[in-house]
Structures are given as structure tokens and as C-alpha cells.
């Protein structure tokens, strides 16, 4: 550090020195040198004149040169309903502006050339000059007045809400450093209410679980969109302020944690007929990775995207995500594929308020999966094969007790017996191993005796059934772990003719 001062100090000295002599030089040689200002002066004033048209052929010129890569012509015309009236706007505020440069560049260094310093001219004053006054407040007044009215019509036209009875898709878009967490609304078509109270690990956005709607709402990571059809999108935030982007649909909107914000927009292209438009243009037409001459075009690879245009932090970057718009069928093959996030994350744990009920998913789930079973017991050759186990019939703990839930399984086999009125079955308790062996074969016969009276008193003749208690002597699996003995702890529906 204290070299490098030395070495700035010796430098600065050096320049000071360089200055000082060049200062004198001119001083003594001032009075001699009218001659060489003057040719000085003429050359600079031709240079100005001369950097004229090169400036303007050059800025007009990379404009044309790179129209294709820019919003709002050919090549990236919008895909939205709203776009091409903001890019017409856009546009009309670039023709009035471009024409404004163009001039002010002319009379910038025309008349740098013209009024160049000369021998014996002096500069004109005008104090003051009413009708130069009302020009130049009178055209820029009219010209903005007309931009401004366009501009806000514009803005009506895009900020306008979804009207009463009108169809759309309402999605929600949540960002967080860093990224977004898009969420869908289901079956149901509605979005569930959230809580930034209820957030935690398993639920990232808050979601209510008692507001029913929640219940089919998906997660997305990609965003799939239906082609023409209205999109209303919710846009909130978890952390700072980041901004709902999309570009290619001249949708932006910021994110803003606690105040939730929206955008009403209608995609017109899907992003296959946007690849062709891209596709017609040269400057797509080139392989997208530079390495790969012969992989894919730049056109082929190209998706629309969401970015955050909101510099939220270290890793803003990352915020982005891949944009599909397909047709109504594809949009809605893929959304009937999404599992909703209560069913695949919050089903069954801790957070789950439901754990008491089954829904009606389940219920037809289940009769199915116990029809195929008894199914294939029905038509097996060997003894051995006619059993299996009923899974959802389970006790409370230690006590011949059914669990509310389990009356679902067992009206199954009500069911199934008045499907097959000669089907005899038998109804067999297992135990494991914890207990006395005394305590277990009581307990077992207990168990299937219960699981027996429920099936009699729903209308199975008793002459059909037999309920019998093994305890602990017909272990499926080790009795030395838990996993091992939940599964010796079971009950089994064997059909003996
Ligand atoms: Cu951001």
C-alpha cells in the first residue's frame, strides 16, 4: 500500500512538472500563435461537421441492424392480446423522440460548424423573445398531451381487472430469494386461501388447510399456460420486493410482500408458433450452442420465460422460469397429471387436519384396490394364495377397537360378499410377539370376533363367516423391529370356499 502512495506520489510530481513547462511554452509563445488558432478553429469545425452524418448513419443504421433481437418488431412481436398496443405506443413515442433527435443532432454540430470561433466575431444576446417562447412550449405541450391521453388509455386497457362472469385461469405466483413458487388452482378452478402465520417446512406457501379449496391446489415448476384464454395471475411475495417479468407478453408487475398485486393478460401464441416466427429471421437461424454446428437452431430452442425484474439480491439471477403456452387440450393433460400438493405432501402428517376422514379419491381408491385383491384370491389355485391382508383395518392400540377409518375396508367386503353370495370367508387376527402369548391369542380372537359382529350386523349372513385369533404364531415378518412387527399385527380375509 505504502509503495503503491510512493509510486502515485513520483507519477503525480512527474505530471505537475510536464504541465508547468508546457504552461510557459504557450504563454511566450501566445501572441504569435493568433495565426494557428485560427486554422485550428476551421479544422475543428469541419471535424464536428463530418462527425454529423457518420453518428447518424450509424445510430439509425445498428437500430435497423438489430431490430430483430428488439420488442416489438418482427421477430419479437408480442404473444399477448395487450402487447401491440403497448409496443404501438412504445413506437409512436419512438417516431415523435427519433424525430426530435434527428433534428437536435443536426443543429447540434451544424452549428458547431457554422458559428466556429473566428477573428473579430462575437457572440449575439437575446434577452428575451416571446414568440420563440411560445413555439418552443407549444410543441412539446401538444405532442405530450397526445402521448400521454394514448398512454393512459393504454394503461386502462391493459390494468383492466377480469369483468363479472368473464372465464379465466387464475394462478399465483409467490417470489422468494430466489425464486417462484407458482401455484394452480385444481380442479376447482379456485385458488386457497394462505396465512404467512401458517408458513413451515412442509407448507413453503402458507396455505390454510381448512379452506377446502386448498385441498387441489397444485405446485408448479414450470409454468404451463392454456393459448387464448384469460390469465389472471396473483402476484405476492415472501421476502423483499422482487417483479413478476415475462417479457416476450409485455407483462410486468411488481412483487411486493404484503400487498398482494395481479395482471390480467390473454397469451395468443403458443410457443411453437413462436418458434416459427423466429424461425423465419436469419439471426435465429444460427445454432444455438456455438460448439454444436450441427445441434439444434436458435429458433428450435427457444421458451418464453419469467425473470424477476427486481434486483432482489445476491442470486437474482436464478429467478427465472421456463414458460410453456400450448393449447387447451395439452394444458389440460398436464394440469389433470399434477398430484395436489396437499394430497402428495401434507396428506397424512403432523399438519394434516384431516387425518379423521377419508376423501372420496381414497374411498374409490381403496374399494378398488380391495375388488382387484379379492379378485385374484377368487380365481388363485392354492390355499395359500385365496389370502390376503386387510390392510386398513387397524385397532387401537393394545384393545379390540376398530379405528373410525376402518369401517371404509370393511363395507368393501360387504360388498364383495354380496357380489359373491357363495363365498365363504374366514377372518384371522395376527398378533406380534410383544405380550404374553396368552394375553396375544386373546387378543387376536378378540380382533377378528370385532371385524366379525361389524360384518353380520351390516347384513353378512354369519353362516358365511368364521373369526379366528392365531396371536403371535404366524409371524410375516422379524418381531425384533418396529416396522417388522406392524406388519405382524394384521388382519387377514381368507376365503375357505
Ligand atoms: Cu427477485
Avoid at 404451463?224 to 408487475?253: A, C, E, G, Q
Avoid at 360388498?415 to 357363495?422: N, Q, T, W
Wanted: proline letters at 5%; charged letters at 25%.
Amino acid at each position: 500500500m505504502t509503495a503503491l502512495l510512493i509510486v502515485l506520489s513520483i507519477i503525480l510530481i512527474a505530471v505537475v512538472a510536464v504541465q508547468i513547462g508546457r504552461v510557459t511554452e504557450l504563454a511566450s509563445k501566445i501572441r504569435g500563435e493568433e495565426e494557428m488558432q485560427e486554422v485550428s478553429n476551421r479544422r475543428q469545425g469541419a471535424y464536428l461537421l463530418a462527425f454529423l452524418p457518420i453518428f447518424l448513419v450509424l445510430t439509425i443504421g445498428s437500430g435497423i441492424y438489430y431490430k430483430n433481437y428488439m420488442f416489438g418488431f418482427g421477430a419479437m412481436n408480442a404473444a399477448s392480446e395487450h402487447g401491440p398496443v403497448l409496443d404501438r405506443m412504445f413506437n409512436i413515442t419512438l417516431f415523435f423522440t427519433g424525430i426530435v433527435f434527428i433534428i437536435t443532432q443536426i443543429a447540434l454540430f451544424y452549428f458547431a460548424y457554422k458559428y466556429k470561433g473566428k477573428k473579430g466575431r462575437k457572440a449575439d444576446f437575446i434577452a428575451h423573445d416571446n414568440r420563440l417562447e411560445i413555439v418552443w412550449t407549444l410543441i412539446p405541450a401538444v405532442v405530450m398531451t397526445f402521448l400521454v391521453i394514448g398512454g393512459l388509455d393504454a394503461w386502462n386497457e391493459v390494468m383492466a381487472d377480469v369483468g363479472p362472469g368473464e372465464e379465466y385461469l387464475e394462478i399465483e405466483a409467490t417470489g422468494y430469494q430466489f425464486g417462484w413458487a407458482m401455484r394452480y388452482p385444481g380442479p376447482d378452478g379456485k385458488i386457497g386461501e394462505k396465512d404467512f402465520q401458517k408458513i413451515s417446512g412442509l407448507n413453503p406457501l402458507g396455505q390454510n388447510w381448512q379452506d377446502e379449496k386448498n385441498l387441489d391446489d397444485f405446485h408448479a415448476s414450470e409454468i404451463y399456460l392454456p393459448v387464448n384464454k384469460k390469465i389472471r395471475v396473483r402476484i405476492t411475495s415472501k421476502d423483499v420486493l422482487h417483479n413478476f417479468y415475462l417479457p416476450h407478453f409485455r407483462v410486468k408487475m411488481d412483487a411486493v410482500p404484503g400487498m398482494p398485486t395481479y395482471f390480467v393478460f390473454t397469451p395468443t401464441k403458443t410457443t411453437e408458433e413462436f418458434r416459427l416466427q423466429l424461425s423465419k429471421y436469419p439471426e435465429y437461424q444460427v445454432p444455438a450452442d456455438p460448439a454444436d454446428p450441427e445441434g439444434p437452431q436458435l429458433w428450435e430452442n427457444f421458451d418464453y420465460e419469467l425473470a424477476c425484474a427486481e434486483l432482489c439480491g445476491r442470486s437474482h439471477f436464478a429467478m427465472r422460469l421456463p414458460v410453456k403456452v400450448v393449447s387447451e387440450q395439452e394444458f389440460q393433460a398436464w394440469a389433470a397429471k399434477q398430484p395436489s400438493y396437499y394430497m402428495s405432501t401434507i396428506r397424512n402428517t403432523q399438519e394434516d387436519p384431516y387425518t379423521d376422514r377419508l376423501f372420496e379419491s381414497e374411498i374409490s381408491e381403496r374399494k378398488a384396490e380391495f375388488n382387484e385383491k379379492l379378485e385374484s384370491a377368487l380365481t388363485a389355485e392354492t390355499p395359500d394364495e385365496k389370502v390376503f391382508e386387510l390392510e386398513y383395518v387397524k385397532f387401537e392400540t393394545g384393545a379390540a377397537e376398530l379405528t373410525p377409518l376402518s369401517r371404509y375396508e370393511l363395507n368393501n367386503i360387504v360388498e364383495g360378499m354380496a357380489k359373491y353370495p357363495d363365498m365363504r370367508v374366514e377372518l384371522a387376527g395376527h398378533t406380534d410377539n410383544t405380550g404374553g402369548d396368552e394375553v396375544n391369542q386373546t387378543l387376536s380372537e378378540n380382533r377378528a370376533q370385532v371385524v366379525y359382529d361389524y360384518l353380520v350386523e351390516q347384513g353378512v349372513s354369519a353362516d358365511r363367516l368364521v373369526a379366528r385369533g392365531y396371536g403371535a404364531s404366524q409371524p410375516v415378518d422379524t418381531n425384533n423391529t418396529d416396522a417388522g412387527r406392524e406388519k405382524n399385527r394384521r388382519t387377514e380375509f381368507k376365503i375357505i370356499g
